[in-house]
């Protein structure tokens, strides 16, 4: 449950450590400077929705349709900008409230109907995915204004703009789950939501607004790999919300609900960020690399589960308490 490197963090990362050595023998260019920003770049696109999916788990719930909110905010800021000719800042703006807004919704249905959060955002993924297509006629919109590009492209005393924002993202979020009542809420709801809610925690609204920031955060990146890719394209998110998921179960997020951190997320997203990076420079087969993300999901949720501190409680999102 803390932030502080403990057994669990030492373990992981003499994992990345070890990872690291391995690659740095058996691909030639990954201590590369250009190869390195590369990877901090790419790892910030996922590592941004990872710290509030963190959160989202910590309670006992999930948010699958992540990757379809990337798509259809990128989607959505390029109509905006490209077809209504609004100026970019407040598209940009306009986007990322309406994806709190969604969250928000996704999350209210959760909190109020009591309905499973994987079926609402399995809803949701769907919806959203479907909106991304038929708004842009599945044609990406080319945006090329400079300054914009900076964002995704650009780099603040040599460090890619994302990888700022995700480094910030982390210190945020880790004050809230470390520091604020509202993070020790979210540890009691995942831990029980019941004794949570007898001892005066808000259970609906805190559970909205977990579904809220994910919401914002998936505008976030998605403007951000909008930035990069110059364009609003309605097919990209594609698994992202397996990648999040997963750097979250890495970095020792508990599925059950009431252990993880912020720091477990960081390092779980390096590890999957290099791990990716290693595969494509030895030149992996693309499906042999779904093979060891899929694998490396069911090792970290077998040893999470023979954790004595992580007896199965309830099953995550199943709508009940």
């Known amino acids: 449950m803390t932030g502080r490197v403990g ?66 905010n990128s989607s959505l800021f390029g109509v905006l900008v490209v077809h209504q000719h609004w100026p970019m800042w407040l598209a940009a703006v306009t986007v ?3 994806g709190a807004l969604i969250g928000a919704g996704a999350g209210l249905v959760r909190a109020v109907l009591n309905m499973p959060s994987f079926i609402v955002t399995l809803a949701l993924f769907s919806a959203l995915s479907g909106l991304a297509l038929l708004i842009t006629d599945a044609v990406p919109l080319p945006i090329t204004d400079p300054g914009f590009a900076t964002w995704g492209n650009g780099s603040v005393l040599g460090v890619p703009v994302p990888a700022v924002i995700f480094l910030a993202l982390f210190l945020i979020f880790w004050l809230i789950a470390k520091r604020t009542t509202f993070g020790r809420s979210v540890y009691a709801i995942g831990s029980n939501a019941e004794a949570a809610r007898l001892s005066g925690i808000p259970v609906r609204a805190v559970r909205t607004t977990l579904f809220a920031t994910t919401g914002l955060l998936a505008a976030v990146s998605g403007l951000l790999q909008t930035s990069q890719l110059g364009a609003g394209n309605p097919t990209i998110g594609t698994g992202v919300e397996f990648e999040v998921i997963t750097a979250v179960i890495v970095g020792g997020a508990n599925l059950y609900g009431g252990r993880g951190s912020m720091v477990g997320t960081l390092l779980g997203v390096v590890f999957i960020g290099v791990l990716n990076n290693g595969m494509v420079l030895l030149g992996v087969n693309s499906y042999a690399q779904n093979v060891a993300n899929g694998a490396i999901v069911l090792l970290a949720v077998l040893v999470s589960a023979i954790k004595p501190s992580s007896r199965p409680r309830r099953l995550i999102g199943t709508g009940r308490n």
């Open 7 to 72: 057994g669990d963090h030492l373990g992981l990362l003499g994992a990345l450590v070890a990872l690291v050595v391995v690659l740095s023998f058996a691909a030639p260019n990954f201590l590369s400077g250009s190869n390195l920003l590369d990877v901090a770049r790419q790892l910030s696109f996922t590592g941004i929705i990872a710290f509030g999916m963190t959160l989202v788990i910590v309670a006992a719930e999930i948010d699958i349709s992540v990757g379809s909110a990337i798509a259809f």
């Open 96 to 98: 990322c409230v309406l």
